[in-house]
Each structure stands twice: as C-alpha cells, then as structure tokens.
C-alpha cells in the first residue's frame, strides 16, 4: 500500500516557525533526494537550495567524501556516550577545530545544535565566574546586542533581541543588558554602568544573520574585545551562522584578529550533514572548573548525542573536504561574482537594500504592510522559477553553499529578482488593492 508523505505531514507533523493552519491548507513541497546545490522534489522537479538547507550545507548535497566517511563509521559504532568514555573521532575533531580557531581557544565542548552551543557557553561563563574568588561571582548577567538571535533554548532566547522570538516566554527569561549593535560607545556605557555584575558579552561578529543579515562598522569587533578585557568580562562569540566559511573566512573573527572566550559553532560543523555543535574555550575558563570532587567545580551538563561519532566522521570529513577542495581560495572569486550580481538587484526599484558580508545575504524589500506578506510571495515566486529561498519578514536571505557553481549561482540571483518583481507586482495590482488578501501557502 502505498504511503502518500503529504497526507501523513497534514496529520502527525508540527513544522519549526510554521503557522500551521495556513500550512495544513496547502500542497507541501517533499524532498526526496538531493544531489550538489541542488534539491529534488517527490514529483522529480529541481530546485536550487538558495538556503543552505538553513544555512549548514556547506561542499554540497551527497558529498562523496562525507558520505563515505559517514557510511565507514557506521561499520565501527554508530553511538557511544562521552561520559565517562571518549572515542577516536570526538578527540581529533577536537584538536583539529583548536588548530583552526583564533589563538587561545584550547577546550572543546561537544552538544547538537547552535542553542545549545550557546547555552552551553553561557553558563560556563556563569558558572566560572563564580568560582572565582573574590567579587567576581557577583557577576551574575550578561550583554547581548539588541536584535540578537542566539537560538532558541531558555538561556539562548534570554540573550536574544528579537521580541517576536521572545515576548510570549518573557516570563521564563532571566534579566539581560542590551546594547546597539555596532556602536562601541554604547557598549561602553552598558558595561560602565553595570561593571561589577557583567560575566560576558555575547556577539555574533560581523552579521546579525537573524536580524536580516545586519552588518557591523568594521573595527567594532576589535572594539568590543578591547572592552571586555577593559571591564574584566568574558567574550562569547556565536559564529554559528557566521562560521565555516560564510562570511568568506573560515571564522569571522579571523577578519579582526580577535581570540574570545568562547567560540560556538554548529550549522556547517558536519557540512549540514548531522546534527553536532561545538563551544570552544581558553585553557584559563577550563582551569576554572578544575578541583577536587568535592569541591563540586565539573561543568554539570551533557546531552546524550554529545559527541556522536557518525557527526564527528561527517565534521572530520567535511574539515578534510575544504582542505582537499581548497574550499576558501575557490569561494573568493565566487564572493566578488556574488557583489556583481547583487548591484542589479540593489538596483530594483523594489529593494530598499542590499546587505551582506561574504556568502551570507539580506536584500531588504523595504517597508510594507504586513498582510501583503511580500517575504513570503517572494519565495513562492521563487518556487515556481526552480529555488528554495527563505525570508526573514521582508529581507531576502541568499545563502547558498560554498560549493555553489558561477553558472547556479547567477541563476539563484537571476531567479531572486524575478521574483522579487512578480511578488511586488501582485501584491500591489489594483485587484490586490482592493480585495482582502487570501491566505498564503507558507514556505516552511
């Protein structure tokens, strides 16, 4: 008997960001296999992944190199715990991630997703600070910049600055300072004004991905460790989003020089193959939870999966792949070809701008009244011409994989500014002006 997913999706499934009344109402998109910069429907039809698959495909759909290792680690062991037990690939993943992080990260704590990588980071910057002695477990909060987005567990939401990701927990979070993203002298003021309770700054350097790809001045990275060493705070920073490549290094705080505290990584860890992320530390924070048992100083937090070897066999072989591949060195070219493209957009009438560092891209459409949902009209266009693309409300986001080729590549942009124009056109035809809109399919 044959099994038709669409239905079974209608009945069982409850989709991440999705309003799910609208989305019951539509015919879904399954996606059945995948190959390169490319996904391929149930019905056969292809579309170029203009997202990364949420932003973590980095060389590729079906990488030969990362299916294989995936496939022999499968014939050794497939899960095994970290507690207590260790295994081959968990540690040279490690040494390997501290070769490539900025100096001073030496420390590598494993969980599965870029919230918890966060969160982990955040309560051992906690946790150190009050182990400290002195007055430094006083140090009880933290910064974050406002329209922040750090995920979207407990701890990672209280450092977040979007209301629409936090106003309905607010009850739950726990009291934070926000200061403007990219002025360094309000940061200043922040941490002067609560110096003695600050245990760290949070950042996601150089773009705010979640806040429609929001780019900082340059230098204010390098201001913001500055500070921190100032006031005696520690520096989180989330390159989540922003690692492995997307900003056009392979971390962006290489491109000021600045060693944090604590670096998190996830998305493009495994190459967007396997759930796995990763928070760096300095030797400095992990001699802080150093003691004897009974002086209760271990960092008591774990996930089951931590570790698991089938990511860490992707991760590996995704760290072999930019190497062998030469994966940033072929990038640049496709950066400066992205710029280009992105001139005629910026060009449009119907784009107010154009924002991005690197591979990572916001085309913002401007204000407009938010029952036209010209975010969402965008990517149905987009569907129709052969793409997947997401909006951030009404910031287009282009963030498709390293290992995209010249020729899709200017298909994708091609395909964003068709459909840029034929979702404006429809949301503003004079029958559209008149009639009440009818409800949308949602691109989940």
Avoid at 250 to 260: G, Y
Wanted: proline share 6%.
């Amino acid at each position: 008997m044959s099994v038709d997913p669409a239905q079974l999706d209608r009945d069982h499934l409850w989709h991440p960001f999705t309003p799910q009344r609208d989305w019951c109402g539509e015919e879904p998109l399954v996606i059945e296999r995948a190959e390169g910069s490319q996904l391929i429907a149930s019905d056969g039809r292809r579309y170029l992944d203009g997202a990364s698959s949420l932003w973590c495909n980095v060389h590729g759909h079906r990488h030969p190199g990362i299916d294989r290792a995936v496939i022999e680690q499968l014939g050794r062991v497939a899960h095994s715990t970290m507690l207590g037990l260790s295994h081959p690939g968990a540690a040279e993943l490690a040494a390997r991630l501290v070769d490539l992080a900025p100096p001073g990260l030496s420390r590598v704590f494993y969980s599965d997703s870029g919230s918890t990588a966060t969160e982990i980071a955040l309560k051992m910057a906690f946790q150190y600070q009050q182990q400290r002695d002195g007055q430094e477990a006083r140090r009880t909060s933290f910064v974050h910049l406002r329209d922040a987005y750090h995920g979207d567990t407990i701890g990672s939401v209280s450092v977040g600055g979007i209301d629409l990701f936090q106003a309905t927990y607010r009850p739950l979070l726990f009291q934070t300072h926000a200061a403007e993203p990219g002025d360094a002298a309000d940061l200043e003021r922040v941490l002067a004004a609560h110096r003695e309770e600050i245990a760290a700054v949070i950042v996601e350097p150089l773009v705010q991905g979640a806040a429609g790809m929001l780019v900082h001045p340059p230098g204010y990275l390098r201001a913001v460790r500055k500070l921190c060493d100032r006031f005696g705070v520690l520096l989180i920073c989330d390159e989540v989003a922003t690692g492995f490549g997307r900003t056009g290094t392979m971390f962006a705080c290489e491109q000021e020089q600045v060693a944090p505290d604590f670096l998190c990584l996830a998305k493009g860890l495994t190459g967007g193959y396997m759930p796995l992320a990763a928070t760096l530390a300095t030797e400095r924070v992990y001699e802080g939870f150093l003691g004897a048992p009974e002086e209760q100083r271990t960092f008591f937090h774990g996930h089951t999966y931590t570790g698991n070897p089938l990511a860490c066999a992707a991760a590996l072989a995704s760290l072999d792949a930019f190497e062998r591949e030469r994966t940033m060195l072929r990038l640049q070219p496709k950066i400066r070809l992205l710029t280009e493209l992105l001139d005629e957009i910026e060009a449009m009438p119907e784009v107010a701008e154009v924002r991005g560092r690197g591979f990572m891209v916001g085309i913002d459409l401007g204000e407009h009244d938010a029952t036209l949902r010209l975010g969402d009209r965008v990517t149905l266009e987009a569907r129709k011409r052969g793409a997947i693309i997401r909006p951030l409300g009404n910031v287009i986001v282009l963030m498709p994989p390293l290992s995209i080729s010249k020729g899709d590549l200017r298909r994708l942009v091609e395909i964003t500014g068709e459909s840029i124009a034929a979702a404006h056109d429809a949301a503003y035809a004079p029958a559209a002006a008149i009639a009440t809109p009818a409800p949308l399919p949602r691109a989940a």
